[in-house]
């Protein structure tokens, strides 16, 4: 099975180095990975579940998003949020390093998770899982996420269903995954002593909601770096008759 490698190197603050190898299905960009064989107690399902969770109890004992996580739990639990760390993210494409927080390098990766994990409401970010942007700032990730589901619609409309191109559709997926971000803390808050997951979640939050607050706002602020688009288009050239 053809997979999209991306490997999360931490160096923590006393030199040891965890290595997370996160494989996505060529195809449907989804985890690879087998689950760890032990799943605790707090990626039940039924465990602080999201209140718009669509998913049957009688078919998904564990919550996909809880269940990718446990991972990231189990081997960076001795972290703080402001602790600093070496954070190397390396595909086939690239290498990015950066010293930064440990709540903003375990950020980072929980989006990757985020979106390759299973979680319906989470599905919609795969393409931007594809393309990962380790580390994305605000603005990186406003015009990324906006893109993305521009480019959707494009598709949308050549199979014949409805397109949005007045963003209230990803207003909404952002609403579904600010519930879900809510719910994961609280099921965080009983999975680790530790705070740094549960600020990496928030972390994330913040994003969410300025992506929101934009498209609220408006993207003008932007439309300047589109001016080439939005110039009149020349009038044909006519060739001389001979």
Known sequence: ??????????TLPNGAREVFLLQLDAVTLELAAS???YLPAWTALENHRCANCPLNPATHERCPLAACLVPVVHRLGDLLSWDLVRLEVVTSERTISQQTSAQRAIGSLLGLINAASGCPHLAFFRPMARFHLPLASREETIYRATSMYLLAQYFRARNNQPADFGFDGLQEIYRNVQVVN???VERLRHATES???VNAVVFLDLYAVAVQQTITESLEGVQHWFDPYLRPSPPPTI????
């Open 182 to 184: 809510a719910a994961m």
């Open 1 to 10: 099975m053809a997979t999209k490698e991306i490997e999360y190197i931490f």
């Open 195 to 197: 705070d740094y997951m």
């Open 239 to 242: 060739p001389p008759k001979a």
């Open 35 to 37: 689950r760890p064989i």
